[in-house]
């Protein structure tokens, strides 16, 4: 069956830590793989897309990677900041529409 | 200054009622989207539209249809609502169709809609 598993439903770090967080999935290839953060009570934001031709992606703190022999892509959050507390989801875009991961709630205390 | 916009953000009825959730969006986006984010916050997507093509997530009730009166507007209406409907449902709009590439989601603030 397919599946896109977020490995930690919740991950606690210390401020100025990276964060690390993974997305495996199975039975699926996507062509594109998407990054969103979600705050509560609020829709997801987009924060990246990676391709399956490349490697890895970076946009400020932030850095994906996408592994498609491995079917996993890993998001980084370097220099963590209180701010970055939310929910974090991955998405893989294919023909019949995105599929979410259930998310991994991240919180970073000071 | 809203690029996707629902009404309403919030709606209780009784089971057994029909209820309409309105979607905009001011972004010039050709596929619109429907999504159910259930107690467990898995968001899951119920339908994909542009127009040119409906694509329906096969295990979404028949109870639930999308109507679009024009590009910019992506309608749900729910028929005979059951208690298994309450959700947040989220719309999206993004610029080309799924699995095209430039497939970014922009999604409305959400409706809670809770079935009684």
């Known amino acids: 069956s397919q599946k896109i598993e977020q490995n930690s439903e919740a991950l606690n770090i210390q401020e100025g830590k990276t964060a690390t967080l993974t997305c495996n999935y199975t039975?699926?290839?996507?062509?594109?793989l998407q990054w969103y953060r979600q705050d509560p009570g609020r829709g997801p934001v987009f924060l990246l897309l990676?391709?399956?031709?490349?490697k890895e992606k970076r946009k400020e703190r932030l850095k994906v990677t996408f592994d498609t022999t491995l079917k996993q892509s890993l998001f980084h959050i370097t220099a963590s900041q209180p701010a970055d507390s939310a929910t974090y989801l991955c998405?893989?875009?294919?023909?019949?529409?995105?599929?979410f991961g259930a998310g991994t709630r991240l919180t970073v205390k000071p | 200054d809203t690029a996707v916009s629902q009404t309403p953000k919030y709606l209780v009825t009784q089971m057994g009622n029909d209820k309409s959730i309105k979607c905009e969006q001011n972004?010039?986006?050709?596929?619109m989207y429907w999504y159910k984010q259930d107690s467990k916050k898995f968001l899951k997507i119920m339908f994909s539209?542009?127009?040119?093509?409906?694509?329906i997530n096969k295990t979404v009730p028949n109870r639930f249809s999308p109507k679009s009166p024009d590009k910019a507007h992506l309608n749900l209406h729910i028929n005979s609502l059951e208690l298994g409907d309450s959700a947040v449902y989220f719309c999206?709009?993004?610029?080309?169709?799924?699995?095209?590439?430039?497939?970014?989601?922009?999604f409305g603030p959400g409706t809670r809609l809770t079935v009684l």
């Open positions: 039975n699926y290839s996507p062509a594109y």
């Open positions: 999206a709009s993004s610029q080309d169709a799924a699995g095209a590439g430039r497939n970014e989601q922009f």
């Open positions: 539209y542009n127009n040119k093509e409906l694509i």
């Open positions: 998405a893989l875009d294919i023909s019949s529409g995105m599929r």
């Open positions: 990676i391709r399956e031709n490349e």
């Open positions: 972004l010039g986006h050709d596929t």
